[in-house]
């Protein structure tokens, strides 16, 4: 069975810090992962997706991810945060059925 | 402009009074899935549609029916609604499911009393 853990609830972060957001997967099948951001009241967006290829995937507004097979992570990393990223991140891994299987969410909270 | 839009927005019911939320996307999307998302768990997939006419049950399908005549429509069907079924619900569409972009609606927020 394919799941998403997201190691951490909540993350408060000063403005302009790096911020790493830590996503790591179990799946036995071709594995797509994906980063979703949902800002308060909305909908949610694509950040970044790995499907193949390089290891490194850089996304929207700055975002990039690491996929690393051997420890099955996915990490969301940001060099320097701002007000405006603050927001909810869903780590999330391509399901069997065509689905996005999600974590809970990580709850990203700059300060100034 | 590309977009899924759901309504209604909010709703607030009453235990097992029929509702209908509606989906619609303009991107001719083949795949359509249906969303609920509760404090603590993320989002979990009630039904999805890979195409008109074929529907599938998600991980969370019980009290819930879909259906998909149309390429652009899939409307969430509760029939009769309890309060367990108070959540936020997305609707999403793509080309092709889970290799590709998933588009999310706005959101609909449905309490049930």
């Known amino acids: 069975a394919q799941s998403v853990t997201q190691l951490d609830s909540q993350v408060p972060v000063f403005e302009e810090a790096p911020v790493e957001l830590r996503c790591n997967y179990s799946?036995?099948?071709?594995?797509?992962l994906f980063w979703y951001v949902q800002y308060p009241n909305q909908g949610l967006q694509l950040l970044l997706k790995y499907l193949s290829g390089s290891t490194l995937v850089k996304g929207i507004n700055g975002f990039e991810a690491e996929f690393n097979k051997s420890q099955t992570s996915f990490h969301l990393r940001k060099p320097s945060v701002h007000i405006s990223d603050t927001a909810e991140y869903f780590c999330?891994?391509?399901?069997?059925?065509?689905?996005?299987?999600f974590g809970k969410g990580t709850k990203l909270s700059v300060k100034p | 402009e590309a977009q899924v839009t759901q309504n209604p927005r909010y709703l607030i019911t009453v235990t097992g009074k029929k509702l209908t939320v509606t989906c619609s996307q303009n991107m001719n999307h083949e795949y359509m899935s249906w969303y609920r998302q509760d404090p603590g768990l993320g989002l979990r997939q009630i039904y999805y549609?890979?195409?008109?006419?074929?529907?599938d049950k998600g991980d969370v399908p019980e009290g819930y029916k879909v259906s998909r005549k149309e390429k652009r429509n899939f409307p969430l069907i509760l029939e009769s609604p309890s309060p367990n079924q108070t959540s936020l619900y997305f609707c999403?569409?793509?080309?092709?499911?889970?290799?590709?972009?998933?588009?999310f609606g706005p959101g609909t927020r449905l309490t049930v009393l």
């Open positions: 549609s890979m195409n008109v006419e074929v529907t």
């Open positions: 999330a891994v391509g399901g069997s059925q065509g689905n996005l299987i």
């Open positions: 999403a569409s793509s080309y092709w499911g889970s290799t590709d972009t998933q588009y």
């Open positions: 799946s036995s099948v071709s594995v797509y």
